[in-house]
């Protein structure tokens, strides 16, 4: 069995320290606040294709708004607390929810948008809308 080095003895003290002091205070740690998930947004096929990274997220934790111009995704992952009888060493798993917004270059048939997810990626497809031709109004006299 190997001695701790001076520099371990230390860096355990410094870390129990800092543990004690968020868990006195019943403040959270920085890395358990929720992140917002990368997108990306292109063309495709003639429709808009929105994908999130969405790791461990169930479908069911997820929701999608639509409007004309704006998709804006949810979602929620399940805020699991701290085990005390266990002796965490580093805690990165992010909880907690999300909102993301994404405003669209054209407006989109709401009634068109259409989601799935696979392997931890969301890809919401969304139609543009087309174009309504102007049309001239008659003026009627009385």
Request: include cysteine.
């Amino acid at each position: 069995m190997a001695l701790p080095t001076v520099r371990t003895a230390i860096r355990g003290d410094i870390d129990s320290l800092f543990d004690r002091f968020w868990s006195d205070w019943n403040l959270p740690l920085a890395f358990e606040y929720p992140s917002t998930p990368s997108l990306d947004l292109y063309e495709k096929d003639g429709a808009f294709c929105l994908e999130l990274a969405v790791p461990g997220y169930r479908s069911e934790d997820i929701e999608i708004e639509a409007n004309s111009g704006v998709i804006t995704v949810s979602g929620k992952y399940e805020q699991k607390t701290a085990d005390k009888e266990l002796n965490y060493h580093r805690r990165e798993i992010r909880r907690g929810g999300f909102t993301r917004s994404v405003a669209l270059p054209q407006e989109i048939d709401p009634g068109s948008v259409t989601a799935k997810v696979e392997h931890g990626i969301l890809t919401v497809t969304a139609t543009p809308m087309k174009p309504v031709a102007n049309r001239k109004i008659a003026i009627t006299n009385g």
